[in-house]
């Protein structure tokens, strides 16, 4: 029986222990109290709506969580000082919320996916509205903020808001966070604090229908594609205090006309205004000291662009098919051009280029197809790849002094260029540097040149003559292939042909090789398409050579071959020399002079070269 007394009296303590902690943790809640009438939620209390998270298990859901679906109003009653995090995330049928004058903060994801919420208004007294708060409200159409204390707007705050028109913020607002309104697509106007220090990555992006947008004059930086996509956007002034302006800042505004950047900044970084079709105008005032990367590439109405002449480097591809651009003049501060920075810049006419530049980059003015004269200043060492290549109505060009280096295609396809003189100091020239220039006549080659590269004259149509000093000691693969040659001396220094050294050059009807005891050549360098006649090898007799079986016997058939007379029983002895129309050996005072070159044979046996074109032909 006192067992059982006992055991009563412990579980009545025990029921009573209960009661207070329940009652303890009541008192705690009791401060927040909440009721759904019908479809309407009504909060109350007196301190912050909690905290919440569906997705933490250590953090509980919002008490009406369940019943979200049937919640289309929410009643935040005066007295409650702040919205917590994801407190009303997706209710799908909320449509109206009252957030009353006592309400200070408004948390992340507080409305999140609400996307029957067509109307807010933030208070007087809301000093920061949390990341995501809005995000994909779709149907959010009016958005209205009391001037008071707002000072931070958080990341994607208004993200995905589709039918929100407008937005105006109070002059306290300093930071809006990145992607605060990335594709609100009809969001048409905006006005900004003018308190606003910073607009961060994406956050107006594709914002297609905003077409006006003034920054304030507090404002220091612009984010990262920051107002990429928006379509309508016209015009743009960026105001002296800004510092920064990020990649892709505006880059795909298709509408963008006009853009006055007079911001304080070091750098316009890469891709800011990339593919702004319509932008006709640019005027870069400052202190800008480098251009970055595709920052005005496929701005195909760009007529003008104003540099200051502070400007040190264009970056790569800067101003790259720039298709209206009609000249270009860079400030002698530049000592810097990046490859491709004007390249097809179609309707360029003139080029003023910088006294300070020691290098023209890989293609940095490629295809600007108009420009006639081009002077390359003083001080530059070196001409890129390709760096003006294609500049198909260039007559004259004037290289310095200085140049001791041409890069492959450096002028390649400048179809118009009639004669070029290059530089003695030049010591490296690259293949094809001439190739496609169809008019071209004259070309000397400095002494410090020992080798005609690959392809040098490939297609060049208007070559008839050229002289290739004793200073060469290599002929590239197709060097004068298809060229206009009629006959070319080849002088004892080369030790080397390369193949098809002078192929398909229709006009081509004789060769002289003053024969280097260590020649090594290709004997197909006259294969095809050939109208070649003669072929003199003075001197040695070539032991270093190789062929490939005649890809076109027969035109060997008609070329005669002069050779020196004390040679002449080897050549006729010898595949392929035996292989030629005929072999006329001449005297050494004949053969070893080019002006004699070939005489049509008066000067050797002709019944001797006669029977050994008999012979040769069984």
């Known amino acids: 029986k006192r067992t059982e007394e006992g055991q009563f009296i412990f579980m009545k303590k025990l029921l009573l222990l209960l009661l207070f902690g329940v009652f303890a943790l009541n008192t705690v809640k009791a401060k927040i109290s909440w009721e759904i009438t019908g479809s309407t939620l009504t909060v109350s209390g007196k301190e912050d709506i909690p905290n919440y998270n569906p997705y933490d298990a ?61 109307s807010v208004s933030v208070p007087g007294a809301v000093k920061s509205i949390g990341d995501e708060a809005f995000l994909e409200c779709t149907s959010l159409s009016k958005v209205t903020i009391a001037d008071g204390e707002l000072t931070t707007v958080g990341n994607d705050v208004f993200k995905k808001c589709e039918q929100l028109k407008s937005i105006k913020f109070p002059n306290t607002v300093t930071c809006i966070g990145h992607s605060a309104f990335k594709d609100c ?43 990429y996509g928006c379509n309508r956007l016209g015009s743009i002034s960026i105001p002296a205090t800004v510092t920064k302006i990020g990649s892709h800042a505006f880059a795909n505004c298709d509408n963008l006309k006009t ?32 251009i970055g990367e595709r920052a005005f590439e496929y701005c195909i109405d760009l007529k003008n662009i104003t540099f200051p002449n502070t400007l040190k480097t264009i970056g790569e591809g800067a101003f790259c098919r720039c298709d209206a651009l009609q000249s270009i003049t860079l400030p002698n501060s530049v000592t810097s051009i990046g490859k491709y920075a004007f390249s097809d810049c179609e309707n360029v006419t003139t080029i003023t280029l910088s006294n300070s530049l020691k290098e023209i980059s890989e293609r940095a003015f490629q295809s600007c197809s108009k420009v006639k004269t081009l002077i390359i200043p003083d001080g530059v060492t070196e001409i890129g790849e390709g760096a003006f290549s294609g500049m198909s109505a260039l007559e004259s060009v004037t290289i310095p002094s200085t140049v001791t280096s041409i890069k492959d295609y450096a002028f390649s396809g ?16 690259g293949s094809n540097v001439f190739a496609h220039c169809s008019k071209l006549e004259t070309v000397n080659l400095p002494a410090g040149i020992t080798e005609i590269p690959s392809e040098l004259f490939y297609y060049c149509s208007s070559l008839k003559s050229f002289t290739i000093p004793n200073t ?73 050579y190789y062929y490939t079986g005649w890809y076109n016997e027969e035109n060997y058939r008609k070329v005669v071959l002069y050779v020196p007379r004390s040679l002449y029983n080897q050549y006729a002895s010898t595949e392929p020399w035996n292989k030629f129309a005929a072999i006329i050996p001449l005297d050494d005072e004949v053969i070893n002079n080019p002006e004699n070159n070939n005489q049509n044979g008066n000067s050797g046996d002709d019944n001797q070269g006669g029977n050994q074109s008999g012979n040769s032909g069984d």
């Not at 369940?66 to 917590?84: A, C, F």
């Open 58 to 118: 250590d953090i509980s859901t919002a008490p009406w969580f369940m019943k979200r679906k049937e919640i289309q109003k929410v009643v935040i009653e005066d007295g409650i000082t702040g919205i917590g995090d994801y407190a009303f995330y997706n209710l799908p049928a909320l449509t109206s919320v009252t957030i009353p004058e006592s309400v200070k903060k408004i948390g992340s994801m507080a409305f999140k996916y609400c996307s029957k919420l067509t």
């Open 414 to 429: 400048c179809s118009s260029l009639v004669s070029v003189e290059l530089p003695n100091k030049l010591t490296t020239l």
């Open 472 to 544: 060469i000691k290599a002929i590239g693969d197709m060097a004068f292939s298809n060229s206009g040659l009629t006959n070319i001396v080849i002088p004892n220094s080369v030790e080397r042909i390369d193949s098809w050294a002078f192929n398909w050059c229709s006009s081509l009807t004789d060769i002289y090789i003053d024969v280097n005891p260590n020649l090594y050549f290709d004997i197909d360098l006259v294969y095809d398409g050939n109208s070649l006649e003669n072929l003199t090898l003075a001197g040695n007799m070539p032991k270093n």
């Open 185 to 227: 697509r009809n969001l048409q106007s905006v006005t900004l604090s003018t308190s606003l220090d910073s607009i961060a990555g994406n956050t107006f992006e594709e914002c297609y229908a905003l077409s006006t947008i003034n920054f304030p004059a507090s404002l220091k930086s612009i984010g990262i594609r920051a107002f």
């Open 259 to 290: 853009a006055e950047i007079a911001g304080n900044m070091a750098t316009i970084e890469d891709y800011v205004f990339y593919s702004c079709y319509n932008l006709t105008n640019v005027t870069v005032s400052g202190s800008v000291e480098s």
